[in-house]
C-alpha cells in the first residue's frame, strides 16, 4: 500500500516557538494532501486541504496565519505552527489522496505529538 | 444533533468474541461509508469501505451499512488480541468535498 511518512514523530518547544512538521508521501505523488488535528479522545479534526502549487483551504476555525501549510511538491507538504502555545498541543496527521482508488482513499502518516510547554 | 455519534467505549471483549462497532450520522449526503483502525501513537489505516447499503465482508470483518436507518456497524468475528487498536468509522460526500468525516473512534480491547 502507499506508505505516507511525518517528521518528526514528537516534539516538544516552549511557548512561542515555530515547529515545522513535514508530511512525504513515499511511493506515489499526491495531489492532494490533508492535515488533521486529534485532541485526547476526540476524532480527527481536518484542518485544512493543501493541494500541490496553489493555497491551502482551511476549515472554519483554522487559524492561517497561525498553521502554515506549504505543498510544494506532488510528494512533500508541511506544516507550521507558529507561535506555538500550550493550547496548540495536539496529534498532527496529514494524510495524501490517491485519487481513483477505493473512493479517493486517503492514506494517513504515523502523526506529530507536539507538545508546547 | 452531532454529525457523527460513536460509543467511544472502552469496549473489552475475550479472544474469539464477535466485535460489534456501531455510528449513526445524520447528513444524508453521506455516500462513502469507512472504517479505520488505529493503533496507540499511529495514523489511521483504511480497514473496509461501502458505499452502497448492505454487508460487506473481509476475511474476519464485515461492514454493514443501513442507509434508512443512517446507521454503520463494523463486525470482527473471532477477535484477536492484534485487533485491540480504535476503530473509528469516516464518512465522505457524494460528489461533494473531499473532506472526511470521523467518529470519535471505539477503542477496544481483546483480552488474550
Known amino acids: 500500500g502507499a506508505v505516507v511518512s511525518q517528521h518528526p514523530s514528537r516534539v516538544i518547544c516552549k511557548s512561542g516557538t515555530s515547529v515545522k512538521i513535514e508530511c512525504r508521501s513515499l511511493?506515489?505523488?499526491?495531489?492532494?494532501m490533508f492535515w488533521y488535528r486529534q485532541f485526547p479522545k476526540q476524532s480527527l479534526m481536518l484542518m485544512a486541504t493543501?493541494?500541490?502549487?496553489?493555497?491551502?483551504?482551511?476549515e472554519q476555525g483554522v487559524e492561517k496565519d497561525k498553521f502554515l501549510i506549504n505543498h510544494a511538491s506532488l510528494t512533500l507538504s508541511t506544516l507550521t505552527v507558529t507561535s506555538a502555545h500550550p493550547e496548540d498541543s495536539s496529534f498532527y496527521i496529514c494524510?495524501?489522496?490517491?485519487?481513483?482508488?477505493?473512493?479517493?482513499?486517503?492514506?494517513f502518516g504515523p502523526g506529530t505529538r507536539l507538545t508546547v510547554l | 444533533q452531532k454529525e457523527v455519534e460513536q460509543d467511544p467505549g472502552p469496549l473489552s471483549v475475550p479472544e474469539g468474541a464477535i466485535v460489534s462497532l456501531n455510528c449513526t450520522y445524520s447528513?444524508?449526503?453521506?455516500?462513502?461509508f469507512m472504517w479505520y483502525r488505529q493503533y496507540s501513537r499511529k495514523g489511521p489505516e483504511l480497514l473496509m469501505y461501502?458505499?452502497?447499503?448492505g454487508n460487506k465482508e473481509d476475511g474476519r470483518f464485515t461492514a454493514q451499512v443501513d442507509k434508512s436507518s443512517k446507521y454503520i456497524s463494523l463486525f470482527i468475528r473471532d477477535s484477536q488480541p492484534s485487533d485491540s487498536a480504535t476503530y473509528l468509522c469516516?464518512?465522505?460526500?457524494?460528489?461533494?468535498?473531499?473532506?472526511?468525516?470521523f467518529g470519535k473512534g471505539t477503542k477496544l480491547t481483546v483480552n488474550p
Open positions: 469516516a464518512f465522505l460526500e457524494w460528489g461533494g468535498s473531499e473532506k472526511l468525516v
Open positions: 461501502t458505499y452502497s447499503s
Open positions: 493543501s493541494n500541490e502549487g496553489s493555497k491551502a483551504t482551511y
Open positions: 447528513n444524508s449526503a453521506f455516500q462513502y
Open positions: 511511493d506515489f505523488q499526491a495531489t492532494t
Open positions: 494524510s495524501a489522496r490517491v485519487a481513483g482508488v477505493r473512493g479517493n482513499e486517503q492514506f
